[in-house]
């Protein structure tokens, strides 16, 4: 791919094509409201499970300091889950942790004894990384091409409950773009462009040189 620089090491350089790809992907539905060849392939195999994969390290590494009860019991039940009332809020707490654990690990069959998930841990650091950088983008490296160059007005995520709305946000942005249902120059789709933007711009030749 034009300008694209290797770093060494593997699974950055595969995030960094990924984010390119997915952004080219982008650029081309924004121009001409239409994707290319092989561009569905490309994101129900390689943008989606990336997608995932963030959403399963946040589940993974949630801990109970980083939300209040009241955020924890909604993002069980986002999820489908419904937790009862433990008799104290100790136990209430843990409980709403122990659900997100289970669901992150769905499917193993022994969840005790799998190692960390080093992907989705890297791939959640990463978009946490990119959610902070978002808004400080500069105006000559704004690539989305409705409206005014800048992306100051899409604030990072604060605390857990709003990370996990932005995460289900790119997933469900993704799937209206393979699905051909997304709405272009809505605000969501506009985050969503922003977010595979910065991602594609810091994964890029001048921020590995930094």
């Not at 939300?67 to 937790?83: H, Q």
Request: hydrophobic fraction near 45%; glycine fraction near 8%; proline fraction near 5%.
């Amino acid at each position: 791919m034009q300008g694209f620089q290797a770093s060494g090491f593997a699974e950055f350089d595969r995030m960094a094509m990924l984010f390119r790809r997915t952004r080219e992907l982008l650029d081309t539905l924004t121009a001409t409201g239409d994707l290319p060849e092989g561009a569905m392939e490309m994101l129900a195999h390689e943008t989606l499970p990336h997608v995932e994969d963030i959403e399963q390290g946040f589940r993974v590494s949630l801990r109970a300091s980083a939300a209040g009860l009241a955020e924890l019991r909604a993002l069980v039940a986002r999820s489908g889950v419904s937790v009862g009332d433990p008799a104290s809020t100790a136990e209430a707490r843990a409980a709403l942790i122990e659900t997100m654990h289970d669901l992150a690990h769905t499917g193993a069959a022994q969840p005790e004894i799998l190692p960390a998930p080093a992907r989705c841990l890297a791939a959640l650091a990463h978009a946490r990384l990119v959610f902070a950088l978002l808004p400080q983008t500069p105006a000559e490296d704004v690539r989305y091409p409705i409206g005014r160059r800048s992306y100051a007005d899409i604030h990072a995520p604060r605390g857990a409950g709003q990370l996990a709305e932005r995460i289900e946000e790119l997933e469900r942005n993704i799937w209206a773009v393979a699905t051909h249902r997304a709405r272009l120059g809505d605000g969501s789709y506009r985050r969503t462009y922003g977010f595979f933007d910065t991602a594609a711009r810091i994964s890029g030749k001048r921020f590995l040189a930094a």
